[in-house]
């Protein structure tokens, strides 16, 4: 589409003016002094370089709060909007709006959009209008219709955000139903999916079924090596959910075994007397996914608000045995699950800061660094985007340095949308003890061969990383993109659960 042209035409002029002749952009110290305040929060050393003389210096700063996403900055970004002549920062200072994703700014969007005339600035309105989106939204939508067809994808990615924000209308629904049939673009289309609910017909299931007795299952389960094999031969067990306990407590079994054993108890199990013992039992035992797993069930089932002085004991107790930040998703899940309890509503809190980028290591990174993934169906290659998320690919490039992602395995497989793997533990539990930061200062958006870090909320990302198989715009500003597929996506297509990477290294 021309708008994606002439936006990736700017990008590249931008890119080759700040780190010509450098192996990325952070050579330039002050470029890596403000990426270093965006990485630590630090609103108040970036403010300054909301008006620096340094177009690119403007820019970068203005981005930086994507990622910091501090409501207090809002007025200096609608102040740098009215003088800002440069398009590159115009659009950052809309999008960097956009992220924060509060109401309250919608109409002074609404306003400052009819101001302007650059249609690269007018994608940007559109989303981030989208995201903010209040009942004046509707009217919004209805009357800024794209006559051009190269600003019709941000209007659709901004009807959809309204959607999720719950503000649309039958009338705006109906136009995109009448639209669907006309569109060839994969990525329009899938927005448009997404905005009127059409559903994606699911994968045909194996319907093997064995009548098999509990020792059987179990001699059959220790002569299978691949552990997700285990885990689907299980899935294929006719066996009573009274049993499955059993491989629960086996510490000869896999981790990713025991860790969906737990998850089929918990959701088949309807006997409230004895499952009260065995989530508490859950907690008791330091295993992050089983902690998880008896949160969201108790959250679930509202009979415990009336019985919760035992599990309130044993959740408190289990959140100071927790290992931070390592086990921050099981904090996350006792934490809401604690506020449930007081009848309180859960606010996120990102971890603390505990991973500083290593610069001088991220100095040593290509601009396009290439990686290669050599997995058991076949190489997979990532050029991976430095400039973008420097954080992300440093934390990436050394860990795979280090040898770590040898032999992970692919551990989660969701058609048609992610394929998933690096963690651990094995069943998506699992991390390193550290976090790292949200990058979301670029213009990056996922679509096929994407590859993004997986999250449990914004600055916990570590170690597990997801590709895309396909568009997914509700992804984009809430998961740090840090690479793509150049090659290898007929790979990404084929991989399942279970898949191993036998070696992830640089290419020279």
């Not at 910091?68 to 590159?88: C, G, M, N, S, Y």
């Not at 992220?99 to 400052?112: A, D, E, G, M, P």
């Not at 650059?118 to 989208?130: C, M």
């Not at 040898?403 to 699992?430: A, E, L, S, T």
Request: glycine fraction near 4%.
């Amino acid at each position: 589409m021309k708008i994606k042209v002439q936006f990736l035409i700017l990008v590249s002029i931008l890119g080759f003016l700040v780190s010509a002749h450098a192996q990325n952009k952070f050579s330039d110290v002050t470029q890596q002094k403000i990426y270093e305040y965006q990485d630590r929060r630090e609103t108040k050393k970036l403010l300054p370089f909301l008006n620096s003389t340094n177009a690119f210096y403007r820019y970068s700063a203005i981005l930086a709060f994507a990622s910091i996403q501090d409501i207090t900055v809002t007025p200096q970004l609608f102040a740098r909007l009215k003088v800002e002549k440069f398009i590159e920062s115009r659009m950052a200072a809309v999008y960097t709006i956009g992220q924060l994703r509060n109401s309250k700014f919608c109409n002074t969007l609404i306003s400052y959009s009819a101001k302007e005339k650059n249609r690269l600035v007018l994608a940007q309105y559109y989303i981030a209008i989208g995201k903010c989106a209040n009942i004046k939204a509707i009217d919004y939508f209805k009357v800024n219709k794209p006559a051009n067809d190269t600003l019709l994808l941000p209007y659709l990615k901004g009807l959809l955000y309204a959607k999720r924000n719950k503000i649309i209308d039958a009338d705006l629904k109906q136009y995109v139903l009448e639209l669907y049939p006309t569109i060839i673009n994969p990525e329009i289309k899938e927005v448009c999916e997404l905005i009127i609910g059409k559903k994606v017909t699911e994968e045909t299931k194996d319907n093997i079924v064995y009548n098999l007795s509990n020792k059987a299952i179990l001699d059959s389960l220790f002569v299978i090596s691949n552990p997700y094999a285990q885990v689907d031969f299980l899935k294929k067990c006719n066996m009573q959910n009274g049993y499955i306990i059993d491989f629960v407590s086996d510490v000869n079994l896999s981790i990713p075994l025991r860790t969906y054993a737990a998850e089929k108890y918990l959701k088949d199990t309807m006997e409230k007397a004895f499952l009260e013992k065995i989530l508490i039992s859950f907690i008791r035992t330091q295993n992050v996914a089983f902690i998880s797993l008896a949160c969201e069930r108790i959250r679930k089932d509202s009979l415990w608000m009336n019985k919760n002085t035992e599990i309130m004991q044993e959740l408190l107790k289990a959140k100071s045995l927790l290992v931070m930040p390592r086990d921050y998703e099981a904090f996350v899940d006792i934490e809401k699950t604690i506020q449930q309890f007081n009848r309180k509503k859960y606010t996120y809190k990102s971890p603390a800061f505990n991973h500083p980028i290593n610069w001088k290591y991220v100095n040593t990174i290509k601009e396009n660094q290439i990686v290669k993934i050599v997995t058991n169906k076949g190489n997979i290659i990532l050029e991976c985007k430095v400039n973008d998320a420097p954080g992300s690919v440093a934390n990436f490039m050394f860990l795979l340095d280090s040898g770590y992602y040898n032999g992970k395995y692919f551990h989660r497989i969701v058609p048609n949308f992610v394929v998933q793997g690096g963690c651990p533990r094995g069943d998506g539990w699992g991390s390193l003890n550290w976090t790292q930061r949200s990058e979301f200062s670029n213009f990056l958006t996922y679509k096929p061969g994407s590859v993004g870090i997986a999250s449990s909320g914004k600055d916990s990302e570590g170690v597990q990383f997801f590709i895309t198989h396909t568009y997914t715009s509700h992804l984009d500003g809430r998961y740090t993109i840090f690479a793509e597929v150049i090659e290898g996506m007929d790979i990404v297509n084929q991989l399942g659960v279970g898949d191993i990477m036998i070696k992830v290294e640089r290419v020279e």
